[in-house]
């Protein structure tokens, strides 16, 4: 309940602020982006997580951050698995 209330109070103070897209950068329509992934980041679970975001003219226009399946030993081992497409709907990474 209390990460509702810190997304619910994010939203909150920050309706008035727009993703904005611009042309005047010099990355003008170029697709880019960051993808990274940290080691047992759930301190429950032992889980590690990956996430991405990808960027156009200035904006995000996809983003996502999940969980791994998996239980990975080291950094390295999550960032590949982390690299790895999911077979849909299996649950396993491939």
Known sequence: MEAAEHVLRYLWATWNEPITYTRG???????????????????DTRRSHTGY?????????????????????????????????RSPGSGVSA
Do not use: H, Y
């Open 25 to 43: 950068s010099r990355r003008v329509n170029e697709l880019w982006g960051w993808v990274d992934a940290d080691w047992a980041g759930d301190t």
């Open 53 to 85: 975001n990808l960027m156009m003219n200035g904006g995000p226009i996809s983003w996502k951050s999940r969980r791994l399946d998996n239980v990975s030993l080291s950094t390295s081992e999550a960032e590949f698995c982390s690299s790895q497409p």
